[in-house]
């Protein structure tokens, strides 16, 4: 018979939710190693790459939460895929909660490449970004 866990925990008093710290790794993207360690807005930045350049669901290493579908944007109409490039963009980045928004969103096409610039609304600053996608 299936019985329900027991604990000796008292919550009638509420939760206090405790933000983590941002301290990571920091890359340099000149020598492509970790150099030490980064906190603040130095670590938002490079989440919001880090989330912005992964594949989601691609790389086993990363957990699925972690970042943005935009390989399957291939082959659709330009302004569809401007269009569900901010969802994705959006949806992908707001798993981060150092993520306020996303504004300033504009997107340029040349050839088969459509160009996204935007601005990362977090709780240390702006980022400033831009996103390219192979539409063919």
Do not use: H
Request: glycine fraction near 8%; proline fraction near 3%; charge should be neutral.
């Amino acid at each position: 018979m299936p019985t329900l866990p027991q604990s000796d925990m008292d919550l009638s008093g509420g939760v206090r939710v405790q933000s983590q710290p941002s301290r990571t790794w920091r890359i340099n993207k000149q020598t492509n190693r970790i150099e030490g360690e980064c906190d603040g807005y130095a670590a938002a930045r490079q989440a919001v790459e880090a989330i912005l350049r992964i594949e989601r669901f691609r790389w086993q290493i990363f957990s699925p939460a972690t970042g943005a579908e935009l390989q399957s944007l291939a082959g659709l109409d330009r302004g569809y895929a401007a269009a569900e490039l901010q969802r994705r963009v959006r949806e992908a980045l707001m798993v981060d909660d150092r993520v306020r928004g996303v504004s300033d969103y504009t997107y340029a096409g040349s050839g088969d490449t459509l160009t996204a610039s935007l601005t990362v609304n977090t709780v240390y600053g702006d980022v400033q970004t831009m996103v390219e996608v192979k539409l063919a």
